[in-house]
T-cell receptor, first 112, second 113 residues
Framework: DAGVTQSPTHLIKTRGQQVTLRCSPK?????VSWYQQALGQGPQFIFQ???????QRGNFPDRFSGHQFPNYSSELNVNALLLGDSALYLC???????????FGPGTRLTVT | DAKTTQPPSMDCAEGRAANLPCNHS???????VYWYRQIHSQGPQYIIH???NNETNEMASLIITEDRKSSTLILPHATLRDTAVYYC??????????????FGKGTLLTVNP
């Protein structure tokens, strides 16, 4: 049974560029959440997708957007990258209506 | 979601029990206590959750006080691989519209040889 997978593992981008991160949920899960984790901090909730719609959003600007596909996989897009966007981006999946979430290994984004 | 308070760090000797406390004095009746851990540079890993009865699984035990204002995660025989940041989170288990997990700074548990 495959767990949550994320790609790529690491990514280096330049300020002002755009980036797309990908997530495949655990088998049987239909909900995907995205979190940002800065160095030394706990993960911060970005948003959650269910039935291909954004259901809840944290305190992140519109530069952060997402998408969920019919197979439940998801993408996180960040436009106009800032140095402060450098972080570990985590994807978590769950199955409604239960909130127990399973996390992927994360994508380490470095903005230079 | 109720706020939690955890010590920033703890040490434990390998092979001994690790007892990680969490205070959640404002917990509501329908909120569960969840524990996650995060080994360095990996994604958080679900450990256990409970409502009011003590819970045990293959990883750990969760002891919740009768008034539910605090809880303790117990790793019965800590190993070096248990060195991680442990997060205590309280939230409803299902239903409603607030799906996010709110992480604090957690407790860095260091297991020493």
């Amino acid at each position: 049974d495959a767990g949550v997978t994320q790609s790529p593992t690491h990514l280096i981008k330049t300020r002002g560029q755009q980036v797309t991160l990908r997530c495949s949920p655990k088998s049987g899960h239909d909900t995907v959440s995205w979190y940002q984790q800065a160095l030394g901090q706990g993960p911060q909730f970005i948003f959650q997708y269910y039935e291909e719609e954004e259901r809840q959003r944290g305190n992140f600007p519109d530069r952060f957007s997402g998408h969920q596909f019919p197979n439940y996989s998801s993408e996180l897009n960040v436009n106009a990258l800032l140095l402060g966007d450098s972080a570990l981006y985590l994807c978590a999946s769950s199955r409604r209506p239960v909130y127990e979430q399973y996390f992927g290994p994360g994508t380490r984004l470095t903005v230079t | 979601d109720a706020k939690t308070t955890q010590p920033p760090s703890m040490d434990c000797a390998e092979g001994r029990a690790a007892n990680l406390p969490c205070n959640h004095s404002t917990i509501s009746g329908n909120e569960y206590v969840y524990w996650y851990r995060q080994i360095h540079s990996q994604g958080p890993q679900y450990i256990i959750h409970g409502l009011k009865n003590n819970e045990t699984n293959e990883m750990a035990s969760l002891i919740i006080t009768e008034d539910r204002k605090s809880s303790t995660l117990i790793l019965p025989h800590a190993t070096l691989r248990d060195t991680a940041v442990y997060y205590c989170i309280v939230r409803v288990a299902s239903g409603g519209s607030n799906y996010k997990l709110t992480f604090g700074k957690g407790t860095l548990l260091t297991v020493n040889p």
